[in-house]
Structure formats: structure tokens, C-alpha cells
């Protein structure tokens, strides 16, 4: 079966009620303003869409018929938030079995493909190569605009807009710029058969690890005590409702036989350290040392001077490890550790040496 999407990108003419119309079609409910997945509106030249998937609604202006915006928004503000030059937006319809499927490589991984002239992709079918733009080609009669991208020896591969599904933006760790591909070379699917080599060993060590885990018994914490709510207190500001929420999973976790497996997310200022640092409190009430990895020296001292702010009138020893730390200062740390004098350190990879073991 073909993959069904709508595929939005700068400088598109659609007509309106097209657009509309395919909305409908993908299962999409008129609103009179968007309010959550599935939804979308029309004010003149202005379509709101909230896309099966997407975190945040999309406002897609038109000058005529012509796409001349395509912008991420915040639905309670209005405020544009990042502006895209290319969506893919899935059918709504498909929401019962698209969540729970596997997903291939002839799955969209990415909703957004924002291309920059320039800029390495990847196609599922042919590897890395370089995108050049749009193009528009005489094809059945009438022109289709198309993906141009050029691959090693200066060929030349022509993606119609139906099919750019198959093409996601290069994104990798490492700084070194990768070679192209050549177009009907098989070195491409020997990488292909490579890594599927690979997640496939990994998925099923995740697997052993997981099912270690739920066999498993973990310590069990005690209930808060009247500390905890003392120390609580000391958080200038008020709890947002997913804060609190998630400091209550955390707590009933931390109070189970059950090994904790949880993964908490949030932007920047959105409250993650005092969730961890009342899991931290929690845990020296009962006796524990609390290891706080982070992956930066500046970010150590961060912690570190807010966990001993906060922890200024109780009577738990904070350290940190890192490169602010003199070597001397670095090995009486870690003894008191060792001996169980330390209850909070922090640090960065410096706590995952050998040499430091924690005695709790």
C-alpha cells in the first residue's frame, strides 16, 4: 500500500479549498480555532493545522494561492514560535494503528524536512547526497515540482514531491562531512544491512537488560518525612501541575520494590533539576548517596551551587567532581565518598573513573 501524506512547502500553489477538502479527507475536523491533534481552521488566507503527531499547531499563510508561510505557533498566545519550509502531514485516521507500528524506512521518521539549499540528505533508496533545491519537471503533461539532489560525480537524482517522504535532512554526531553516494552503486544497501545488523543486536540487549530489570527488586524508600516537607517549601516558586505530577511519579517510584525506569523531558526552565533534587533529598533521608551525573563543568557548578543553596540549613554534605576540583580536592572527595561521608555529588563524566565508588 502507497504511503499517504500531504506534503506543504514554500512557494506551493494549492488552491484553498483543495487544501481543505484533503484535510477532510485525512479524517482533519473545521474548528473554529485549532485545540488539539486533528483539528484545523481557515481565517481568509490563514490555515491553522494541528497534524497528527505534532507537539504544537502549524499556520500556513497564502498570498492567492501561493504558500508564502509555514509557522510553528503557541495556540494559547498566537506567537509564532519557528517557521519550516517543508511539512508532511500524516492522515488523522491513522492514529489507531500509526502509534503502535513499526516503524520502516518508508515511514516519514521526521514530520519536517526543512531543507536548506546546500544542505546532505538522505534517501532511503539511494544514501547521502546534496540538496540543490526545487525544480519544476513536465511530467504526464503538466509540471511537478521536485526535490533536486546531486550525488558523487556531479549525478543527479529527482525526487517528486509525492515521494519526498523518502528523503530526511543528514544529521550526525560527528564533525567530519561525509562522502556522497553514487546513484546505482550497492555500497548504500551493504550500509543499510550494516545497521539493521546492529539495531537488531541492540534491541535485543535492551531487551535482556529490561527483563533483568523487571525481575529484579529495587530498594524501597520510605514515605516523606517531615523534613522532605520542610525542605519542599524552600522552592521559591509555585509547582506547575506537570511539575507536581511528575514529582509524585517520581516519589511513588522511588516508594516501590519495583526498580525505577523513568524518563523525564522538558525544556529549559520547565522545573526537571527540582524534581531531581527533592528525589535526591528523598533519598539521603533514607540513608542513600545520590550520584547527579551532568555532561558539563559549567552545568556541575550550576548544580552545585544550587543544591547547597537550597540544602544550606540541613545537614547533608554536597561535593562536586569536575575539573574545577584540584586533584588533591579531587581525592579527598572521593574517600569521604567511599566512606560514606558524602551524600550528594555532583559532577561530570569525572564520576564514571574507576577510582570513584560510592559506599550506599
Known sequence: MLFKSLKLYLNQEIELEHLSQNLIDFDYKRQEQVCGEGDFSRRGFITDIFPFSFELPIRIEFDNQKIVSIKTFNPSSGEALWQHNIVIILPYKQTSSA?????????????????????????????????????????????????????????????????????????????????????????????????????????????????????????????????????????????????DKAMQEVKADMESFKPMDRLLCGDVGYGKTEVAMRAAFKAVMDNKQVAYLVPTTILAEQHYKNFTGRLKNFAVNVQMLSRFRTVAQQKEIIQELAQGGVDIVIGTHRLLSEDVVLKI
Open 99 to 243: 502509534r503502535g507500528a513499526l516503524f520502516n524506512e518508508e515511514f516519514p521518521l521526521k514530520n519536517f524536512i526543512d531543507l536548506n539549499v546546500g544542505d546532505l540528505v538522505v534517501h532511503n533508496q539511494h544514501g547521502i547526497g546534496k540538496f540543490l533545491g526545487m525544480q519544476k519537471i513536465k511530467k504526464a503533461g503538466s509540471l511537478k515540482d521536485h526535490l533536486v539532489i546531486e550525488y558523487d560525480r556531479k549525478e543527479t537524482l529527482f525526487v517528486p514531491v509525492d515521494a519526498m517522504h523518502l528523503v530526511q535532512k543528514y544529521i550526525a554526531i560527528q564533525a567530519a562531512k561525509p562522502k556522497l553516494y553514487r546513484l546505482g552503486n550497492k555500497e548504500w544497501e551493504r550500509v543499510k544491512a550494516r545497521t539493521r545488523k546492529g539495531i537488531q543486536k541492540l534491541a535485543w540487549e535492551l531487551l535482556g537488560l529490561q527483563a533483568m530489570r523487571l525481575a529484579s527488586v529495587g530498594f524501597k524508600f520510605s514515605a516523606d518525612t517531615d523534613w522532605q516537607a520542610d525542605f519542599e517549601k524552600t522552592f521559591p516558586y509555585e509547582e506547575t501541575p506537570d511539575q
